[in-house]
């Protein structure tokens, strides 16, 4: 008779790299340094002790619930790896997305129309005056984020994936225009948008229309959008309202005040998305202004559909005190910050300290952007990123960069439904949670150019492991 294995093991390629210790408690180590990437290690050369540790792992002091790690469907990430043979793009997709093989991708985000990673400026419906949304249509999205989330799927039927819109069609918004503000005189001429200079918008303001007739378009056209894609097989399971709702830019955004917002959420949205099924978050939030937050939060109408807050960029600055503030509302980072196309070291150690930032402040999600990008990541509006992949279109060849494995370091071992535990002592590079299955994952960063020695007390005993220099590190404990 066939022996049937439950679907929470560990993939038999990874047990085997576990080695029993003295005292019976079995591990695997992965480290990741400037010069090699993902280096198995042996577990035998990690010592078991008894006695004090600088460093203490309180696996029953449980904190928040990890409900995954991802990414952001972005067209140029699909176009990207477009470049690349079939049998190299699935390699890539199987890595990010198969279960027990690389990344484990379980939760991503996707834009609800064009976003700055896009090819171009598109909306589903840009019919001046089309209220009913007559011609809504996600014809342009068959060309590239359906045929990224099918391929995604495919290796992981499971993914969760929810939207938010950077901009609304042009005809909502008072300067009937995709963008906010105009480059500057020294952007290039083939990055620049055509907005006239007096139609520019500014933080603290509504770009979009605030009339009756416009917000319930706007909630329909979200409706349609949910709809649409649940014919495609793709269920969107949560929305936000706006992406970066302060901030004025050159690409596809558009600026909302706390108070326009929420009676879009309060009056509109909220009932239209509890109608349709789909859960409804705040954000995303990109200041540190938790007063903006508290504006729908402690609203009698937009409170009753809102079930968590996203956060990005200055937005960090916010998330401890909505997490104090309430405590059971779900929290997720909604976007890493960018960087600038080099993919070096260094950044990937600035990503480190944002990772432990907000899992640290209560987040459940955390989310890298860019999958994909061609060498230099350079975005239709004219600056570079950085990005999990890179391909490079003349030898059409690509590679993982060091984001990409510092990720990793955290979504391979940590699985939906873990728990942050805590960690106290002399030592702030570290971060400890508990799998459902009762293993423990150590993650940890030595930023020091020579090795040193972390002595970690987890129950009775004492883990004692040599670090090397500028390294990462994912201990599993069982």
Not at 159 to 188: G, Q, T
């Amino acid at each position: 008779m066939r022996k049937i294995v439950p679907s929470f093991v560990l993939p038999v390629f990874l047990c085997s790299l576990f080695v029993s210790c003295g005292n019976k408690r079995e591990i695997a180590w992965v480290v990741s340094t400037p010069e090699i990437s993902w280096q198995i290690q042996n577990s035998s050369d990690i010592k078991w002790e008894k006695g004090n540790a600088e460093t203490l792992v309180d696996v029953n002091d449980a904190r928040q619930t990890i409900e995954g790690f991802g990414a952001c469907f972005n067209e140029l990430g699909w176009t990207s790896l477009g470049l690349l043979s079939e049998a190299d793009r699935l390699s890539v997709i199987q890595e990010l997305f198969a279960p027990g093989t690389g990344a484990n991708f379980t939760i991503c985000r996707m834009p609800l129309g064009a976003n700055d990673f896009s090819r171009n400026w598109y909306s589903y419906n840009e019919t001046d005056g089309d209220f009913e949304m007559k011609n809504f249509s996600i014809s342009n999205d068959y060309e590239t984020l359906i045929p990224f989330i099918k391929e995604a799927q495919a290796y992981n039927p499971s993914l969760r994936i929810w939207a938010s819109p950077w901009s609304p069609p042009s005809w909502m918004k008072y300067n009937k225009h995709y963008a906010c503000a105009v480059p500057n005189e020294h952007w290039a001429e083939q990055y620049r948008n055509d907005l006239a200079a007096d139609r520019q918008g500014a933080e603290g303001t509504n770009m979009f229309i605030q009339e009756d007739g416009y917000f319930k378009a706007y909630a329909l056209y979200f409706r349609k959008f949910i709809e649409a894609y649940r014919k495609e097989g793709i269920d969107i399971f949560m929305v936000m309202p706006q992406n970066e709702f302060n901030s004025c830019q050159i690409f596809p955004s558009c600026t909302w005040t706390a108070s326009g917002i929420n009676r879009f959420v309060g009056e509109y949205l909220g009932p239209e998305m509890k109608n349709t099924g789909v859960e409804l978050f705040f954000g995303t939030m990109e200041r540190a202004n938790t007063l903006l937050t508290d504006t729908l939060l402690k609203d009698k109408l937009s409170s009753r559909y809102i079930r968590g807050v996203g956060f990005q960029w200055a937005g960090k600055g916010a998330i401890g005190n909505v997490h104090a503030g309430y405590p059971d509302l779900k929290l997720y980072q909604t976007e890493q910050e960018c960087g600038n196309g080099k993919n070096d070291w260094q950044y990937c150690c600035y990503a480190w300290s944002l990772m432990k930032h907000y899992l640290t402040e209560g987040a459940n999600v955390y989310t890298y952007w860019n999958i994909s990008l061609e060498k230099g990541g350079i975005s239709r509006w004219g600056w570079s990123q950085n990005s999990l992949v890179t391909v490079d279109p003349v030898t059409k060849t690509y590679k993982y960069n060091y984001e990409y494995y510092l990720m990793k370091h955290f979504s391979h071992y940590i699985r939906p439904g873990a728990k942050r535990v805590a960690v106290s002592g002399e030592s702030d590079d570290i971060l400890a949670f508990k799998n459902e299955d009762n293993s423990t994952v150590i993650v940890l960063h030595n930023s020091k150019d020579e090795e040193i020695t972390r002595r970690i007390k987890i129950g009775e005993d004492v883990l004692s492991i040599t670090l090397k220099p500028q390294s990462f590190h994912t201990i599993t404990v069982n």
